[in-house]
């Protein structure tokens, strides 16, 4: 998404409202004050208005799904899929958790294993050439009950198995709550990282599920907890804190998407160090001297001037 | 390029060495010093150290070339390139000024009108297959003699044309020095751009060539001038100041590309506001306190904390 803001109206602690920058997609025109604020969790200012690059929708899209004996043979198909060039709009992977959801929420009857999605745009024929490449590699790494798909209904059909992945999670326990957390590695690492979290998991009594947006090295996992029991809460903490912990170890994030708020903020530095912590907190002090842009969250309290 | 950096390692004035990132392509894990980093021409600190990502070579590309009456044609097609969703991976437009000097240069024969070069990537069949969409979208504004090569010699000879583009111009007053300046507008505002810079420079008595990176909505001119001709260099900055004014009457940057040092921070007001500058100027001053990173550049003197 960050990729297609083309610049951004900000309202400053002060009260200025900047313009980030031009309508043009490229500028070397000083500071990159729109990246700079994008993921700054309203800590700088508040984004009150957003110029996006519009996309073209494609001609063309071919929606495939298979499945794995391991999460890291599906893995290992994403790692391979992203150095083989092949041009995937999306990949994602579900484990067996996640799809015993969805079975249960939509009545489905999907293979119980880790499973991977994908999606093909372009032309016709090339989103089918696409197709055909992928299908070898999956064919490489024991996959299975591969199945592709193009008539619209049949997509839209499809996705609505990953995008109601959360809701399922849910479903599976009534009065739970998920706590859901994000991690990203350099996609070399994905499987290795991916397959030591999922041991975790496995070996926790939590219900736990995993989702990847496998071709960003990118993943979150649902952990399924008990509001009313400390137990569950402590042991949902664990997880999450030994996930970081494997991601930070392969020179990974500690989060890809969700963001730091308060609960990641004690990772941020062995993520990236004192120093880099240090300018996020100057820039913080010059540009909200007053500290009433959302005070408290991002930057750890301990991080000096 | 700057979309392909992952992390910067960077020396700050108070001797921290911070890094901006951890590996993996994608995070929210604090404010993005990557960014930030990049671009700011050595006011924030001196980059040391980059991880980039890396590309995979396509399996297949196919260079074409095509010419055309009007340079307003020319951008009209790299505005329907971009709109049809047709996938090109370097999409370049010359002058006819550029054309000559490449003729002069290389001994060439090409038609000295504007002209557009294109390169397509991925698949043999898909390679071809845009060649044959952008073949239509060409003759439908008046283009002719379209030809694509895929034999790597060719491809590399055609390219050459490009690559050499400076150089050729150069090379047709030896002793002239070139001023070259770029200017970058939304894709759909380049054609009416473009049109009204090269009514500007044919206007002029200064030779001028004009090479667009067309798909950004990013063009160059290359400005001739004998520097010990006082008109000369007073004519270049005025060619140059009413080009950079057109594409910010367009909602465009006054750089999209080389950066604005000395030269363009007169024009950092008008496309940005006084508000981002005076933004640029905090990040600046609390960053290097003591103003000894490249000093005096990118944040016009008049900008007040």
Not at 127 to 144: F, M, T, Y
Not at 260 to 271: D, I, R, S
């Amino acid at each position: 998404m960050r990729d297609n803001v083309i610049n951004l109206q900000v309202v400053l602690g002060n009260g200025d409202v900047i313009k980030t920058g031009s309508r043009a997609r490229k500028s070397a025109a000083g500071y990159d004050l729109t990246r700079l604020t994008i993921g700054s969790e309203g800590t700088l200012g508040i984004i009150t208005e957003v110029t996006l690059r519009l996309q073209k929708l494609p001609q063309h899209s071919v929606v495939a799904m298979c499945h794995f004996k391991t999460i890291k043979d599906a893995a290992d198909v994403a790692i391979a899929t992203m150095l083989s060039g092949i041009q995937v709009s999306r990949m994602e992977l579900l484990d067996e958790v996640q799809v015993r959801a969805i079975n249960i929420a939509n009545e489905k009857h999907l293979p119980e294993t880790p499973t991977l999605m994908f999606e093909f745009i372009g032309t016709e024929a090339y989103a089918r050439e696409q197709v055909l490449l992928i299908q070898k590699i999956v064919s490489e790494h024991n996959g299975s009950n591969f199945v592709f798909v193009e008539d619209p209904d049949a997509k839209e059909e499809l996705w609505k198995i990953r995008k109601g992945a959360l809701w399922a999670c849910l479903a599976m326990a009534p009065n739970y709550e998920a706590m859901i957390t994000d991690v990203c590695v350099p996609l070399s690492r994905l499987a290795e990282c991916i397959s030591k979290s999922k041991e975790l998991l496995d070996a926790s009594p939590m219900l736990c599920a995993v989702i990847s947006h496998a071709g960003d090295g990118n993943f979150h996992t649902i952990i399924l907890f008990d509001p009313n029991n400390e137990d569950h809460q402590c042991e949902a903490e664990r997880l999450n804190h030994l996930m970081v912990k494997i991601a930070l170890s392969m020179e990974g994030t500690c989060t890809g998407e969700h963001g730091v708020g308060t609960g990641k903020m004690k990772y941020l530095e062995e993520e990236l160090g004192m120093g880099a912590l240090r300018t996020m907190k100057r820039i913080k002090s010059v540009l909200d001297p007053n500290n009433i842009m959302n005070p408290g969250k991002l930057i750890p309290p301990h991080v000096c001037l």
